[in-house]
């Protein structure tokens, strides 16, 4: 290889790069260890970690423990689904490309939106392709976005917006009712054109905003209502945003089906109304049939700018979530609108328990009013940090400090139920908690 390149030495291939920024020395790596001792190392490793097995764990913020049926992973381990790539050749994809298209039909059923692409990477990329897919479509140069929106989705979209030179000007809730003000949102409005208004439901306290009104208010400034979320579960029980008058859709879908694992991987989630599909990123599954008649699959539409000619592609989303969407596609197979209705039940039951148990305590605040899902705020006696170290030494993870995000907001404390708790388990939490004060 050096001599066909007209090099001498490996070193030749490095002499650009500065010799003061050069590592002469070995790396300071132990010793190797053989495949049994290296596999006894890893396992001493992960015992360190504790996991949702091991402690009775109420977080939640963007990622869900749900109970997934054994039927999801069996079928996802299928060595045809775990290798699968991109089916770029549909002669040779029919399986993936039907995956695709039911994944696309079932989610655009659940979220009551026209069009669902193939999947995004995860729900805070897919909330920043949809406020660049509000600006190719308004080219406003301005998008509003709620505060109680996922900080960490805050974070993503500010970093792919602001490139763009695209203004982000941020909208507050109210602190009665956790909700999006619709009077600052209106006033926002009033002071200049937006191409989207960013609303997330259930947004980041767990709080159930009511998007009709905030449609309304958009669309009467010619903005389109791009509705997020990070807990698709609740569309099974809530309005979905489809129906409530959104023109873009984004969020995230791990808690269909997919597990923990560490945060990730994930799945965005994406749709839109028709009328908008050739702005909309990532790329499109479709049916069809050929030559013999025969019902069969194709990509119909693909954005990455690779594949298109680079002034028409609207995104460089490389890749969909192939595996995950399939996860997703299963999970909703298998759990059916009737099943999906109940785990949601569950879900809110024991938020409603857990709300009106810990507002009992003595020294506790329940600080959000409005209609909730899985999460609430609480504001407790103590610090937050110092009711999550006192708690995990007796197993409890009791839910995570917004303290930094929100210090407007005296030592609140976020807590998420799902259907993995039992009723002993939520009896547990607040009585633990009862100790606090």
Avoid at 278 to 305: K, Y
Avoid at 326 to 347: D, H, K, S
């Amino acid at each position: 290889m050096l001599e066909a390149i007209g090099a001498t030495t490996v070193d030749e291939l490095f002499r650009r790069i500065p010799a003061e920024n050069r590592l002469t020395r070995e790396l300071d790596l132990p010793a190797p260890l053989a495949e049994g001792e290296l596999a006894a190392h890893m396992r001493r490793i992960a015992q360190r970690n504790t996991s949702v097995n091991d402690a009775l764990c109420f977080l939640g913020g963007g990622v869900y423990h749900h109970y997934s049926p054994v039927v999801v992973d069996q079928l996802i381990m299928r060595s045809e689904f775990y290798t699968a790539y991109t089916p770029y050749q549909p002669e040779i994809a029919q399986g993936t490309l039907q995956a695709i298209f039911e994944f696309q039909s079932m989610v655009a059923a659940l979220l009551e939106m026209d069009i669902c692409n193939a999947s995004m990477y995860d729900g805070s990329t897919s909330v920043a392709e949809a406020a660049l897919m509000a600006e190719r479509l308004k080219k406003k140069g301005r998008i509003l976005v709620a505060r109680s929106l996922n900080p960490s989705y805050r974070e993503v979209l500010a970093t792919m917006l602001e490139p763009l030179s695209i203004e982000i000007e941020e909208v507050p809730f109210e602190p009665a009712s956790g909700q999006l003000d619709r009077a600052a949102l209106a006033a926002a409005l009033e002071r200049g054109p937006a191409s989207g208004v960013l609303v997330q439901s259930p947004n980041v306290f767990g709080v159930v905003e009511e998007l009709e009104g905030i449609a309304e208010l958009a669309h009467s400034q010619e903005s389109l209502l791009v509705a997020t979320f990070s807990e698709a579960l609740a569309f099974a029980c809530l309005r979905p945003p489809g129906a409530s008058g959104a023109d873009i859709v984004a969020g995230e879908g791990q808690s269909l089906g997919i597990p923990l694992s560490f945060g990730g991987p994930a799945l965005g989630l994406f749709a839109c109304r028709s009328e908008f599909v050739r702005s909309m990123p990532g790329r499109l599954a479709g049916e069809t049939i050929d030559v013999n008649g025969n019902r069969c699959f194709v990509l119909t539409m693909s954005t990455r700018e690779q594949h298109i000619r680079r002034e028409k592609a609207t995104s460089n989303i490389c890749t969909n979530q192939g595996l995950c969407a399939l996860t997703a596609t299963i999970y909703l197979a298998t759990m059916g609108p009737f099943g999906l209705e109940r785990v949601a039940r569950r879900n809110i039951d024991n938020a409603a328990y857990l709300r009106r148990s810990i507002a009992a305590l003595p020294g506790f605040r329940v600080v959000h009013q409005a209609p909730v899902f899985n999460e609430l705020v609480v504001s407790l006696p103590v610090p937050p940090r110092e009711a999550i170290e006192r708690l995990a030494a007796e197993g409890l993870v009791p839910g995570i400090s917004l303290t930094s995000e929100y210090p407007e907001i005296e030592n609140p404390l976020l807590i998420t139920t799902t259907e993995m708790h039992a009723d002993s388990d939520l009896e547990r939490l607040v009585e633990a908690l009862g100790t606090l004060a």
